[in-house]
């Protein structure tokens, strides 16, 4: 990296204060970011009236909560010291308790973001040193850990904060196990951060840690001796509290096997078993990290660890994952994105964005944050500080810039074609949560019934004036024929997804630079779409009354609650304008012929549009103008990729990198006397 070598001082972070004005800016600009996402975060949980925020705390005595032990009502989940310390607040029940609280989580969600950037390991690069603090509290505070552990009685942030102070800001060995004692107190699985202390060679830190758990579990006895047994020996320390173990919010694999279907004495030893394994693994690696200088990623592990492995590890106190992105993955630098952006998306996305709902894939979409946690504590291979790529990973080769930029506007030199295969992961996280944004944003469009019809009537008008009106004629011919039904209907159905997945897999295989030419020239036009469908609600001819069109693929309609099968509650009916389904078509005959080496496969290419033209209309799903919409965008689409990058193909930028070029990009590029005209 062009800047990892600026750095200085005795921690590595000194004279980076200063920073040149554009990191500057950038840093101000985070800075406002995570202090506008923390005061919208903060307005979601004072919105709640204060009764009923109160009541979440789950205490006796408070509204809501039943008099006498921290369990009766199976709600509170925190341990019995937690319940010791929070006891007192009951008779502080007032508005301010609500506001105190959340602002109190809030400003430990940035001093958690302050110390993690402060522990980064050394050299640490210029820009890293200005923007990984904001940056991490801007994702925290957007992250499901921290929106869920800003609700009432949520305590999970403290702990996380009381580790970081530990092992990164408190001096003394004694006060820094007195904390993480503490902080295991209050979730006892942090327990296992004193097997790190003592794997490391802090035998005095680790000794304190245990002594302060012991101390503050025997205080809790003390005081609450019923609420003691139902937590550690009734519930087998909380399991069950709070919410069905099974349940999707227990994010432990404890929970994962549940909702297998596991269950009885058999679940029971295969989890100890699996919690050992993970356990034993996930700290000796973490010793490993430690040792190497990397404490911020030995404290992430252990702490992935800690929750993978707790009988209730419930997604509030998943925060650690984000932490393991302090950890360097891949030797090439195309591959250093993969790792922080599939955490980025797990700790933020809910996981039907991430996975189709599939039952297939029910597994996986129920326990992405615990995947997470245990690719974090047990599989993914973080790169040491002694080696070579550590800090000089492979570089991307980039092709030379067109001289058909526009290098005047200022975002566009940045737009640069890299030679190399991009990271098949990485896209196809990026395809599938770019495709499920989409969905969602077409779904949540104005849909408004009346205005669509009337600009279906203006559609319609436009067509009989310019003697296009074709739609009625070829929908009756198609229901008047029945294999022709069937075969559009099949078409309409099948295809839509299938060829753009196939083109776009094809080309990432045999064509990297292509590929990206192609797959940028559909993302931008499947977003000049949505500003169609947010601004030109249309219906469509199957769902115009009076008109007397017969929707082939969904039956008939009955136009006073038009539906879509099972799509209708996630698709919007009023979006027909562009028409995507022959706007992505066009990109795949585009694309085909333009790519295709023989003949008869430029033809298919060619054929694909057309019948797609005749399936849209012969159902009655689109008007022919809709078919012109989906053109303009995907014109748009290639065009904006031609003004960003300059024209399609690939140009290597200094002399005698062609060889490697080829190497990366799986492929020969073309002859210079056939490239000229890229």
């Given at each position: 990296?062009?800047?990892?070598?600026?750095?200085?001082?005795?921690d590595?972070?000194?004279?980076?204060?200063?920073?040149?004005?554009?990191?500057?800016?950038?840093?101000?600009?985070?800075?406002?970011?995570?202090?506008?996402?923390?005061?919208?975060?903060?307005?979601v949980?004072?919105?709640?009236?204060?009764?009923?925020?109160?009541?979440?705390?789950?205490?006796?005595?408070?509204?809501?909560?039943?008099?006498?032990?921290l369990?009766?009502?199976?709600?509170?989940?925190?341990?019995?010291?937690?319940?010791?310390?929070?006891?007192?607040?009951?008779?502080?029940?007032?508005?301010?308790?609500?506001?105190?609280?959340?602002?109190?989580?809030?400003?430990?969600?940035?001093?958690?973001?302050?110390?993690?950037?402060?522990?980064?390991?050394?050299?640490?690069?210029?820009?890293?040193?200005?923007?990984?603090?904001?940056?991490?509290?801007?994702?925290?505070?957007?992250?499901?850990?921290?929106?869920?552990?800003?609700?009432?009685?949520?305590?999970?942030?403290?702990?996380?904060?009381?580790?970081?102070?530990?092992?990164?800001?408190?001096?003394?060995?004694?006060?820094?196990?007195?904390l993480?004692?503490?902080?295991?107190?209050?979730?006892?699985?942090?327990?296992?951060?004193?097997?790190?202390?003592?794997?490391?060679?802090?035998?005095?830190?680790?000794?304190?840690?245990?002594?302060?758990?012991?101390?503050?579990?025997?205080?809790?006895?003390a005081s609450?001796?019923?609420?003691?047994?139902?937590?550690?020996?009734?519930?087998?320390?909380?399991?069950?509290?709070?919410?069905?173990?099974?349940?999707?919010?227990?994010?432990?694999?404890?929970?994962?096997?549940l909702?297998?279907?596991?269950?009885?004495?058999?679940?029971?030893?295969?989890?100890?078993?699996?919690a050992?394994?993970?356990?034993?693994?996930?700290?000796?690696?973490?010793?490993?990290?430690?040792?190497?200088?990397?404490?911020?990623?030995?404290?992430?592990?252990?702490?992935?660890?800690?929750?993978?492995?707790?009988?209730?590890g419930?997604?509030?106190?998943?925060?650690?994952?984000?932490?393991?992105?302090?950890?360097?993955?891949?030797?090439r630098?195309?591959?250093?994105?993969?790792?922080?952006?599939?955490?980025?998306?797990?700790?933020?996305l809910?996981?039907?964005?991430?996975?189709?709902?599939?039952?297939?894939?029910?597994?996986?979409?129920?326990?992405?944050?615990?995947?997470?946690?245990l690719?974090?504590?047990c599989?993914?291979?973080?790169?040491?500080?002694?080696?070579?790529?550590?800090?000089?990973p492979?570089?991307?080769?980039?092709?030379?810039?067109?001289?058909?930029?526009?290098?005047?506007?200022?975002?566009?030199?940045?737009?640069?074609?890299?030679?190399?295969?991009?990271?098949l992961?990485?896209?196809?996280?990026?395809?599938?949560?770019?495709?499920?944004?989409?969905?969602?944003?077409?779904?949540?469009?104005?849909?408004?019934?009346?205005?669509?019809?009337?600009?279906?009537?203006?559609?319609?008008?436009?067509?009989?004036?310019?003697?296009?009106?074709?739609?009625?004629?070829?929908?009756?011919?198609?229901?008047?024929?029945?294999?022709?039904?069937?075969?559009?209907?099949?078409y309409?159905?099948?295809?839509?997804?299938?060829?753009?997945?196939?083109?776009?897999?094809?080309?990432?295989r045999?064509?990297?630079?292509?590929?990206?030419?192609?797959?940028?020239?559909?993302?931008?036009?499947?977003?000049?779409?949505?500003?169609?469908?947010?601004?030109?609600?249309?219906?469509?001819p199957?769902?115009?009354?009076?008109?007397?069109?017969?929707?082939?693929?969904?039956?008939?309609?009955?136009?006073?609650?038009?539906?879509?099968?099972?799509?209708?509650?996630?698709?919007?009916?009023?979006?027909?304008?562009?028409?995507?389904?022959?706007?992505?078509?066009?990109?795949?005959?585009t694309?085909?012929?333009?790519?295709?080496?023989?003949?008869?496969?430029?033809?298919?290419?060619?054929?694909?549009?057309?019948?797609?033209l005749?399936?849209?209309?012969?159902?009655?799903?689109?008007?022919?103008?809709?078919?012109?919409g989906?053109?303009?965008?995907?014109?748009?689409?290639?065009?904006?990729?031609?003004?960003?990058?300059?024209?399609?193909?690939?140009?290597?930028?200094?002399?005698?990198?062609?060889?490697?070029?080829?190497?990366?990009?799986?492929?020969?590029?073309?002859?210079?006397?056939?490239?000229?005209?890229?």
């Amino acid at each position: 990296m062009a800047d990892a070598a600026e750095h200085g001082g005795a921690d590595g972070h000194a004279g980076v204060i200063g920073g040149d004005g554009r990191l500057g800016a950038a840093r101000l600009l985070l800075w406002a970011l995570a202090a506008v996402l923390g005061v919208r975060q903060a307005a979601v949980v004072l919105s709640e009236p204060p009764g009923e925020w109160l009541s979440g705390l789950h205490l006796p005595g408070a509204p809501g909560g039943l008099p006498g032990s921290l369990y009766d009502a199976g709600r509170f989940t925190g341990t019995p010291f937690a319940g010791l310390v929070l006891k007192p607040l009951v008779g502080l029940a007032t508005p301010s308790l609500e506001v105190a609280w959340t602002c109190v989580t809030l400003l430990s969600v940035a001093a958690i973001g302050l110390v993690a950037a402060r522990g980064l390991p050394d050299p640490v690069p210029r820009r890293t040193a200005l923007l990984a603090a904001p940056l991490l509290v801007a994702l925290m505070m957007v992250s499901l850990p921290v929106r869920e552990a800003a609700s009432p009685g949520q305590a999970a942030v403290l702990p996380v904060l009381l580790v970081l102070l530990a092992f990164f800001r408190v001096p003394g060995e004694r006060p820094a196990g007195f904390l993480v004692g503490l902080a295991a107190a209050l979730q006892p699985a942090l327990l296992l951060f004193a097997p790190l202390l003592w794997l490391t060679g802090r035998r005095p830190t680790a000794k304190a840690a245990a002594l302060t758990f012991v101390g503050a579990t025997a205080l809790s006895w003390a005081s609450l001796p019923r609420d003691s047994w139902t937590y550690w020996v009734e519930h087998l320390a909380g399991s069950g509290l709070g919410g069905a173990p099974g349940g999707p919010a227990n994010q432990s694999v404890h929970g994962a096997l549940l909702r297998l279907g596991l269950g009885g004495p058999a679940e029971t030893l295969l989890y100890a078993a699996l919690a050992t394994a993970i356990a034993f693994v996930g700290l000796r690696r973490a010793a490993r990290y430690a040792r190497d200088g990397q404490l911020l990623l030995a404290v992430a592990v252990t702490g992935c660890v800690a929750v993978a492995v707790s009988p209730d590890g419930w997604r509030h106190q998943m925060l650690w994952v984000l932490l393991a992105v302090a950890g360097k993955v891949g030797v090439r630098a195309a591959d250093r994105r993969v790792w922080p952006v599939a955490v980025v998306l797990a700790m933020t996305l809910p996981s039907a964005v991430l996975l189709p709902n599939m039952a297939a894939l029910a597994p996986v979409r129920d326990n992405v944050p615990l995947l997470a946690a245990l690719a974090a504590a047990c599989a993914v291979p973080f790169l040491p500080r002694s080696s070579p790529y550590w800090r000089e990973p492979v570089p991307t080769l980039y092709g030379r810039p067109a001289a058909t930029r526009l290098p005047h506007v200022p975002l566009l030199p940045f737009w640069r074609k890299a030679l190399s295969r991009p990271n098949l992961l990485l896209e196809l996280l990026l395809i599938r949560v770019g495709y499920s944004l989409y969905s969602h944003i077409r779904a949540a469009a104005p849909a408004s019934r009346s205005v669509a019809e009337a600009n279906g009537s203006r559609i319609h008008a436009i067509e009989q004036a310019l003697g296009i009106d074709v739609e009625r004629v070829v929908n009756r011919a198609v229901v008047d024929t029945p294999w022709l039904e069937a075969f559009f209907n099949f078409y309409y159905t099948s295809f839509h997804f299938v060829v753009p997945l196939a083109v776009l897999a094809v080309l990432y295989r045999r064509s990297p630079g292509d590929y990206r030419w192609a797959r940028a020239s559909l993302g931008l036009a499947t977003v000049i779409a949505l500003a169609g469908f947010w601004l030109y609600p249309l219906a469509p001819p199957r769902l115009m009354p009076d008109l007397g069109f017969v929707d082939t693929v969904h039956g008939v309609q009955d136009l006073a609650n038009p539906s879509y099968g099972v799509m209708t509650a996630i698709s919007n009916q009023y979006a027909a304008m562009p028409s995507l389904h022959f706007g992505w078509s066009l990109w795949c005959g585009t694309v085909i012929v333009v790519l295709a080496p023989k003949g008869r496969q430029k033809l298919l290419g060619a054929l694909h549009p057309l019948i797609t033209l005749c399936a849209i209309v012969a159902t009655a799903n689109h008007w022919v103008l809709d078919a012109v919409g989906g053109a303009l965008v995907v014109g748009a689409g290639f065009g904006l990729v031609h003004v960003l990058s300059g024209p399609r193909g690939l140009r290597v930028s200094l002399p005698g990198q062609r060889a490697v070029a080829e190497a990366e990009a799986g492929r020969n590029l073309r002859a210079p006397a056939r490239s000229g005209r890229a």
